[in-house]
């Protein structure tokens, strides 16, 4: 299958032309997209229409499809599917998560100990405005710190908690026992390289990292701000205007998110995939539990 990539608007993201996801990819298009999806982090399908079941075929040609630990947001015909959005159901209960509100820089999976660093998005409804979601490259921002703060981070490992995560979000219960098992606190190292080009990137969560092993909090977290500030510079970032039909696929292991808010009385719903990659040619963060 023959397919063109054109960057958008100067960014580091591409758009994917002429492929049409609910068609089985052959193997020779399935390796040039994740050499793509590799260089450049995002990759964005325009007019798609997806059934979740084609949505999977499509993503588990890249990695293991994951059920994450938010069972609440699940889809009722694929466990692995995910609804985010601010609509209910005739009973007036969510039938997804992450309302209407702004969402803070973060990255998916941060928080579990073997995370499922590829995700999916595929618009279903929207409103005209509002919503929009920015990736912030986290490669490029390694690349644009000075030497001596390369020296200063290489080695550490910053700790994450899916509390602080969850307390962030709207209309959320208090985590229940059986999360909190799901999401025990634990660590990941700040710098990581990449398998198949030896690139170093950074690994960052504003919303989930409370501090940074071996270091003074007051030290630990000052250090983690200025990074993240860093690392969200416009210089690196992709600001995505959404259309209904729109894909789009990025590589947690050296990408950070966000999105604005929108009007809570306008609908907005997307689907959402997670897959594992293979360390042998994506960025997976190692982990290690936090002591008790």
Avoid: C
């Avoid at 820089?105 to 405005?129: C, F, I, K, N």
């Avoid at 030497?147 to 899916?162: R, V």
Wanted: charge should be negative; avoid cysteine.
């Amino acid at each position: 299958m023959t397919f063109t990539i054109e960057p958008i608007g100067g960014s580091f993201a591409v758009e994917v032309q002429s492929l049409d996801l609910w068609r089985r990819l052959d193997d020779a298009t399935t390796d040039a997209l994740r050499r793509a999806w590799g260089t450049h982090g995002v990759l964005v399908f325009r007019r798609q229409s997806l059934s979740e079941d084609e949505m999977l075929a499509f993503f588990s040609l890249f990695g293991e499809p994951e059920v994450i630990v938010r069972t609440d947001w699940q889809s009722k015909n694929r466990p692995e599917a995910i609804n985010i959005s601010n609509m209910k159901n005739l009973d007036g209960n969510a039938i997804g998560g992450l309302g209407a509100g702004e969402l803070d820089w973060h990255t998916d999976q941060s928080y579990v100990t073997d995370p499922a660093t590829g995700a999916l998005l595929y618009m279903v409804e929207m409103p005209r405005d509002g919503g929009k979601t920015y990736w912030a490259n986290l490669r490029l921002a390694y690349d644009g710190l000075e030497d001596a703060t390369k020296e200063k981070i290489e080695g550490l490992s910053a700790i994450y908690d899916y509390l602080k995560r969850q307390s962030t979000y709207d209309d959320e219960e208090p985590m229940s026992d059986e999360l909190r098992e799901k999401t025990p606190p634990l660590m990941h190292p700040i710098v990581n390289t990449d398998p198949v080009t030896g690139e170093k990137s950074l690994y960052l969560d504003p919303t989930t990292t409370t501090g940074i092993a071996d270091l003074p909090d007051d030290e630990g977290q000052a250090l983690l701000d200025a990074l993240n500030a860093h690392a969200t510079g416009p210089e690196f970032v992709y600001a995505h205007e959404w259309r209904i039909g729109d894909v789009v696929m990025w590589d947690n292991g050296f990408l950070l998110h966000r999105r604005d808010a929108f009007e809570s009385d306008k609908n907005r719903w997307l689907k959402r995939l997670t897959v594992k990659l293979s360390p042998e040619h994506h960025i997976v963060p190692t982990s290690i539990l936090v002591a008790a």
